[in-house]
């Protein structure tokens, strides 16, 4: 685009208008109204090729911005990689690629291999594809199964859809892999359980699967630390400890998914972290580079990488390759994006803002009978909107999107469950930046505030 095109934004919304086909929305109403374009981002702030400002809430709409926009030391070193060495396929090294890899398992004690690929929904199915493997190779084809939980979410291609408890994200697209069976959930504010010790049962409910399909026959637990679209869900008191238990017992590999809650979201570098859990594979991506450049990662135990050392078998590699798993971009952009969460103290400040955000949600429950429950950890957190609290009915989603369009009238940005889980899209969601100030939640407070008075009377 010249100078000319770019000064003009009726041309940059024509094109996108004609041309961009975007991601998880209805292009119906483009026909008589503009899609939203933003052109520039500054620590929490973003601004639209309107010129309007909006306080971002939600890092860059899915959870990503870890570290805020604006970064020029990330956008300096990524352009120097680039000068030097841009790309080269990962059959072979590159400085980068060992240097973050070295410093991403200082940070994650008992996992030690780092296998590079360029999106969330990659590393997830690189972690099955190594399961599958492994069955393969060591058990005779017995173990191949992997267990997902309701609600849970692992990604948009066919195999991490086959692995999604989503059931509105994953209509229509199938029919899906075999071998992937669903777990419940474990949002005690929905129990399923009555009685105490919730965590525990919701635990046990995976054992009862496990014995239902056989122990011989599952590979795989594959679970977020804490649920991000299915409702930002924070497991109860028991869970994973229960969780740990299970797998150790019936020898099955524990697979945590760290997409959204990596580097820094929840208060500590992971969200397993919280918990005091070991898990055998953690995959990540969004957090790893805050957006800067395209970059995941599926990171191992030894004893995971060691099933794939056999020289005298042509097939005992791991046979997989990621082409953008490749660019020297991704792990230097990662590296400095860790820098910086290190020498700001961000995911301190995450654990102390993330105390704040839910006292003040809480003050909101206090004063909106809508509010059912708020729920999270770190920045990041939930709140389920319900029509009735003693029915727990859940809030009607066009009330519910509305009060987002509420608070976007307010000038800040927050999330909401879409078309995820039938009749249950009905949480508000949050993600700020882990640069979050006292004063930035204050004002995420009052948006909702807002929203919530004008929205649902």
Same mark, same amino acid.
């Not at 899609?35 to 973003?46: L, S």
């Not at 990540?284 to 599926?298: E, R, T």
């Given at each position: ?11 940059? !919304? ?21 899609? =939203? ?16 400002? *909006? ?18 030391? +990330? ?19 590159? +400085? ?16 030690? =291999? ?24 060591? &058990? ?16 948009? #291609? ?15 697209? %199938?029919?899906?892999?075999? %071998? ?37 026959? !599952? ?34 590999? /524990? &697979? ?8 820094? =979201? ?19 991506? $969004?957090?790893?580079?805050?957006? *800067? ?15 794939? $050392? ?30 910086? +969460? ?11 803002? %993330? ?8 003050? /909101? ?16 957190? %939930? ?53 979050? #100030? ?20």
């Amino acid at each position: 685009m010249d100078d000319l095109r770019s000064n003009d934004p009726a041309s940059v !919304i024509a094109a996108d208008r004609a041309h961009v086909w975007h991601h998880l929305i209805q292009h119906k109403p483009f026909e008589t109204i503009d899609p =939203r374009i933003i052109v520039e981002g500054k620590g929490m702030q973003v601004w639209d090729i309107k010129g309007r400002e *909006y306080l971002d809430a939600v890092s860059g709409g899915v959870w990503t911005v870890n570290v805020g926009y604006g970064r020029e030391r +990330i956008a300096d070193a990524v352009r120097d990689q680039l000068v030097k060495m841009c790309y080269f396929a990962g059959a072979s090294g590159t +400085i980068a690629g060992a240097e973050f890899a070295e410093r991403l398992v200082s940070k994650m004690p008992g996992l030690s =291999r780092v296998y590079y690929a360029n999106s969330g929904s990659e590393a997830n199915e690189k972690a099955f594809k190594m399961v599958r493997a492994i069955s393969a190779k060591h &058990h005779g084809g017995k173990k191949s199964k992997i267990l997902y939980r309701d609600r849970d979410y692992h990604g948009t #291609t066919i195999g991490a859809l086959s692995a999604g408890g989503q059931q509105e994200r994953n209509a229509r697209f %199938g029919p899906f892999a075999p %071998g992937f069976i669903e777990v419940p959930h474990c949002l005690e504010y929905r129990a399923q359980w009555e009685g105490p010790d919730y965590g525990v049962k919701a635990a046990d409910a995976i054992e009862e699967v496990i014995l239902r399909e056989g122990p011989d026959e !599952i590979g795989a637990l594959c679970l977020e630390p804490v649920t991000a679209g299915g409702g930002c869900i924070v497991p109860p008191a028991g869970y994973w400890e229960r969780v740990q238990e299970i797998c150790r017992k019936y020898d099955i590999l /524990l &697979h945590i998914d760290e997409v959204v809650c990596g580097l820094g =979201r929840t208060g500590t570098w992971f969200g397993y972290q919280q918990f005091g859990v070991e898990p055998d594979l953690v995959t990540m991506a $969004k957090g790893v580079a805050s957006g *800067y450049a395209a970059i995941s990662c599926c990171v191992t135990t030894e004893a995971v990488f060691d099933a794939f $050392k056999d020289a005298d078998d042509p097939l005992g590699h791991f046979r997989d390759i990621s082409t953008f798993g490749g660019c020297a971009s991704g792990p230097v952009a990662a590296l400095e994006n860790m820098k910086i +969460i290190e020498e700001e103290g961000l995911c301190e400040n995450s654990a102390a803002m %993330g105390e704040y955000l839910m006292e003040r949600f809480r003050e /909101l429950e206090a004063k909106h009978q809508v509010i059912g429950e708020v729920r999270g950890l770190g920045l990041f957190a %939930g709140i389920e909107l319900v029509a009735d609290r003693e029915t727990r009915e859940p809030l009607a989603e066009k009330l519910v999107a509305k009060v987002q369009a509420e608070a976007l009238a307010e000038d800040v940005m927050i999330g909401a469950a879409n078309r995820s889980v039938p009749g249950f899209n009905n949480v508000l969601l949050f993600a700020p930046a882990l640069i979050a #100030t006292r004063d930035d939640i204050d004002r995420i407070v009052a948006a909702v505030d807002a929203g919530l008075t004008r929205a649902v009377a």
